[in-house]
């Protein structure tokens, strides 16, 4: 009599080591993906400013030229003049604005603290609100990805309270412990929940970053228009400081 | 002429300091239509050595210089004996908040956000001047 075999006998295999060394392989592959897009948009954002800017800018001072070097009765063309000044301003602002969306230098030329800071500055302009942080440690030492992240964090939320209209309540504190450091922010209500889980896509990859930093990304909604964010990174051990950069 | 002269009756001395050559060179022929002597460096290093002949009493400085960070070049400026009175004006992209940083605020009388306002860098230079 002859014993059948089982067909599967003997075909049993282990792929354990083999799926954790693909994850690693990926989870490498996206690091490095990740790398590639940070370099891209610093490279992108400083040819933008040493290009676009800067012809901008000298198209506007030889307009201002212009204007200054018109005889008093050119009334038509000092108007039409001061108008392509103004326009020339707003387009230099406005690339400005996609620069800073692009690569954050204002973080290595003035520090995170000043940065924010200044992001700040246009509530001031616009509201007349005044935002002080309430910050506790020292974030100039921070790694650069840290204060980066962090610094976007603040920035993506201030972008949605700017569509705000109504004056925005805007709190803001920054403590930093042993273990890490603590962003919590309190928005309006026009900063919604929606909006800051990632149907934007900026939303999206703030979330990815502190996920890759091994951060905790809190957002809780009081029910009375008001959305709060907080937002934990762990530091190494021996944080890397800022190497900060002529602008 | 917005350009106030001093006790002798000489025009004010102005340094720009801009990488963008174009930039500069249009500051300077706005601020010397205005009366004011100016002279123009690229570099941190140019002003240094420019400002030693020409002795500044205000000087205008891009922030994001190339070689040397603006802040450095204005503590530089001030730290010289001969130029203990010069008056320094940061000309720079990014919004400062009056009280981010005292260290850094420090190296500068005035703090003008690009672009560039004539009629704010005028009434600026009327002031210190």
């Known amino acids: 009599m002859t014993q059948k075999k089982n067909p599967s006998a003997g075909r049993i295999t282990d792929v354990t080591t083999q799926n954790l060394e693909r994850v690693a392989q990926l989870t490498d592959l996206l690091h490095r993906l990740d790398n590639l897009r940070d370099h891209e948009r610093m490279q992108l954002s400083r040819e933008l400013h040493d290009t676009l800017v800067s012809t901008l800018s000298a198209t506007k001072l030889e307009c201002d030229w212009l204007l200054r070097a018109q005889p008093p009765g050119a009334a038509e063309t000092q108007k039409r003049l001061s108008r392509v000044s103004g326009s020339l301003a707003e387009a230099i602002l406005f690339t400005r604005q996609v620069i800073d969306r692009l690569w954050p230098a204002a973080v290595q030329h003035l520090g995170l603290v000043a940065a924010i800071q200044g992001q700040l500055a246009p509530l001031r302009a616009r509201w007349g609100v005044e935002v002080k942080p309430d910050v506790q440690g020292d974030m100039e030492t921070l790694p650069e990805v840290h204060a980066m992240t962090l610094y976007r964090a603040v920035q993506e939320a201030l972008n949605l309270s700017a569509e705000a209209a109504s004056p925005p309540r805007v709190r803001l504190s920054l403590k930093r412990s042993d273990k890490g450091v603590e962003l919590q922010l309190a928005l309006p209500s026009a900063a919604t929940l929606r909006d800051l889980t990632g149907s934007r896509l900026d939303g999206a990859l703030m979330q990815e970053r502190v996920l890759r930093l091994r951060g905790e990304y809190l957002l809780a909604d009081d029910g009375e228009g008001t959305v709060h964010l907080r937002l934990f990174l762990p530091l190494p051990l021996r944080g890397r400081g800022i190497a900060r950069a002529a602008p | ?129």
């Not at chain 2, 922030?63 to 008056?87: E, F």
């Not at chain 2, 956000?113 to 704010?120: I, R, W």
Request: hydrophobic letters at 45%; a negative charge; proline letters at 4%.
């Open chain 2, 1 to 129: 002429m917005r350009a106030n002269a001093n006790a002798s009756g000489n025009a004010p001395r102005i340094m720009v300091v801009d990488d963008h050559v174009a930039s500069g060179d249009l500051l300077r022929e706005i601020l010397s239509m205005e009366g004011y002597v100016v002279r123009v460096a690229h570099c941190g290093e140019d002003a240094v050595v420019a400002a030693r002949e020409f002795k500044p009493q205000i000087a205008l400085l891009d922030v994001g210089l190339p070689d040397m960070d603006g802040y450095a070049l204005a503590r530089l400026l001030k730290s010289n004996p001969a130029l203990h009175q010069i008056r320094v004006v940061a000309l720079s992209g990014y919004a400062q908040s009056t009280d981010a940083d005292g260290s850094r605020e420090e190296s500068f009388d005035r703090y003008l956000l690009k672009p560039v306002d004539v009629e704010q860098l005028l009434s600026v230079l009327e002031s210190l001047s």
